[in-house]
């Protein structure tokens, strides 16, 4: 794969046919979780269906956001506000039926949309979940030493907790002083993780189920591409090959790389094709030292999302490379009939972060104009395929004339809309926010 350092003629040619492939896709829209009341949201993951969305906030307060009925749940740990406390919250994954897992503190725990409650799930020692099976019967994430904060990976099948097996630092070519976990397929039977190695490169590591059904082995996929010598002669190619997601069906991880013969470039993206064994490279074209590109999640197809993040300002810009393709594109640019992407941009920060199996719904967070003066952070999440978008109308129509009112859902309200935030739509295609009191 060409790996281009600015826009030369191939990647021109490449653009060209991704806009045109792009525009002919049904219309796309993107939807904040309402911010007004909360200014600090920001979600992190999207169930399968893309009907409800995680994460956390910055004042240590987990969420779960139903898409369909505008519901938000908040579950708070009873010492938050305590500065002596370990209290914050975060619910990292969430499934279909609204259950999810992550943390409370240094407590592992399950949330549950439904009864607006969450569960310690009783691991004696300090925990968290990262990823949890479609049937809610398999949780995975890592546990860790309080004194060396060494982490080991650890997975509860049945609310049963097992440790999963460490490779050696013989093994693997290089001092490991830990394992993390970080995602997981579908069903559970893979996980992805990490090394904690001294360089603080996080390689990959990918755990399969054997054929007991019960006990898994692990794959030191990094050992092939990851250089750990200090002086980096040796035979791999990388320097840095961290993976951030692992698709549903389990046959993609999506990687953040860098490879250590190019010092001009900083991380680049690539996917790691679980089922061959095979490693592509995804051309980035703006990446310089100063700009690199860190994957975030990927779709069963191997639609790959990320950003781009400028390492002297800290601005992020997310961007994509769809199923088959090898460049990297803005979202903005992929999705150019989505303003808010594109404001997204000028207030330098998109993080794109979770996409369904099928590719249809991406959720992240960035800045958002809070009003004429400060920013806030918004959770969004993007329908990549929605049909139920506002039919465009003449711009010779009178612009007093209100032709559709929204709410900021996107769904049809009455005009005469019950108090709070509509977006009304005038016969010149113009929107405007209306506030009832």
């Given amino acids: 794969v060409e ?19 792009m525009t002919s896709v049904s219309a ?6 309402p911010y007004a009341d909360n200014g600090y949201l920001m979600g992190t993951y999207i169930s399968s269906d893309g009907r409800y969305i995680a994460g956390g906030d910055a004042g240590g307060q987990g969420f779960i956001y139903d898409t369909q009925n505008g519901q938000i749940k908040y ?37 549950d949309f439904n009864t607006g409650e969450y569960t310690d799930l009783g691991v004696n020692e300090p925990a968290l979940a990262n990823t949890m099976s479609t049937d809610g019967s398999v949780i995975g994430g890592f546990a860790w030493d309080e004194s060396t904060y060494m982490q080991h990976p650890i997975y509860l099948k049945d609310g049963v907790k097992y440790d999963l097996p460490m490779p050696t630092s013989t093994w693997l070519g290089y001092e490991a002083n830990g394992f993390g976990l970080t995602g997981a397929n579908a069903d559970g039977s893979m996980f992805l993780g990490y090394v904690q190695d001294d360089f603080a490169a996080y390689p990959i590591c990918v755990w399969v189920l054997n054929q007991d059904g019960k006990t898994y082995s692990v794959i030191p996929v990094s050992k092939r591409f990851y250089d750990s010598s200090i002086e980096l002669k040796g035979p791999q190619p990388m320097d840095y090959f961290n993976g951030a997601f692992m698709s549903a069906n389990g046959r ?14 900083s991380y680049t993206l690539a996917r790691y094709d679980v089922l061959n064994d095979a490693l592509e490279y995804i051309s980035c074209p703006e990446a310089t030292q100063t700009l690199a590109y860190y994957a975030t999640a990927i779709s069963d197809d191997g639609t790959m999302i990320g950003y ?20 990297a594109h803005r979202l903005s640019e992929a999705f150019p009939n989505v303003p808010e992407l594109a404001q997204l941009d000028v207030n330098e920060l998109n993080t794109p972060c979770c996409i369904t199996p099928d590719g249809r719904y991406i959720t992240g967070f960035g800045y958002v104009d809070l009003d004429d003066e400060n ?4 959770t969004y999440w993007l329908d990549t395929k929605t049909t139920d978008a506002v039919d465009k109308v003449s711009e010779a129509a009178p612009a007093t004339k ?32 209306v506030v009832v009191k």
């Fill in 308 to 327: 781009i993040n400028d390492e002297t300002s800290n601005a992020r810009t997310g961007v994509i490379c769809l199923a088959g393709d090898t460049v």
């Fill in 28 to 33: 796309q829209k993107l939807t904040y979780v």
């Fill in 75 to 111: 579950f708070v740990s009873p010492e938050n506000g305590d500065e002596t406390k370990d209290a914050s919250t975060e619910v990292r994954a969430v499934n279909p039926d609204g259950t999810g897992v992550g943390y409370v503190g240094d407590k592992l725990c399950k949330f």
């Fill in 402 to 433: 209100v032709v559709g009112s929204y709410g900021v859902d996107g769904k049809a309200k009455r005009i005469a809309a019950p108090k709070g935030l509509r977006l009304d739509k005038f016969a010149n295609g113009k929107v405007k926010k």
């Fill in 252 to 265: 993609w991880v999506a990687l953040s790389v860098h490879n250590k013969d190019n010092a001009e470039q």
């Fill in 375 to 378: 920013l806030c952070f918004g």
């Fill in 3 to 21: 790996r281009s350092r600015g826009l030369g003629d191939v990647y021109k040619r490449q653009s060209a046919a991704f806009l045109a492939a």
